[in-house]
């Protein structure tokens, strides 16, 4: 393994996942990397492997084998309460469904990941109320989140996976309920921001429209077994 401060963002070798030990692997990845600060745009239709392989960088999922590396740490070789404590100061993720918490309000949801990374209460709080006013939010910081429209939980959402300064974001079909001038937008903020951190971005979507905002593109099928859907 590389030493953590040269190793790539991520790096996966001799890797092989499947929901069934025994059938045909859905993602098998003999060796890939992604440079840190590098702006990744993964595509593929609908159970090609898009969200288990995002599952897998963010050690939500473990694969059957090979090693799973994330920032010179390989994930499959920490105990479950370490690999999470690591996510959640390492790696910042927006859900396709978002997955803000109902009964919290604005401030509330995105003070979540700096309460799971442990981090000091008084600066997460003081880089969450900056970033939500950066993003137009600064006024709805107690607003319950079931009471603000998509592009607001959007934005929230954002502001969330961002406040612990995370070195990887990763986004998975975030913009799928916007229309194209919204879209535009939170592409633009979603980027600006994450490259104030400097951070490694790897989005998905299956709309390739999108692809222009970012350095490289890749086909999750090159990783599939089959080379086509799951």
Known sequence: MEEESQAPAVRLKDLRFGWNR????????????IDRGERLFLYGPSGS???TLLNLLAGVLLPQQGSVEILGRDLTRMRPFRRDLFRARHVGVIFQQLNLIP???VLGNVLIAPHFAKADRAEARRHAMELLTTLGMGELLHKPAT???IGQQQRA???????TRPEILIADEPTSALDSDNRETFMNRM???AGENDATVIFVSHDRNLQE??????DIREFTASGGAA
């Open 103 to 105: 009964y919290l309000d």
């Open 147 to 149: 009471e603000l429209s």
């Open 191 to 193: 980027l600006q921001m």
């Open 49 to 51: 492997g898009k969200t």
């Open 157 to 163: 959402a954002v502001a969330r996976a961002l406040v």
């Open 22 to 33: 025994r059938g045909t692997a859905l993602l098998e990845i003999a060796d890939f990397r």
């Open 213 to 218: 905002h970012f350095d490289r593109h890749l």
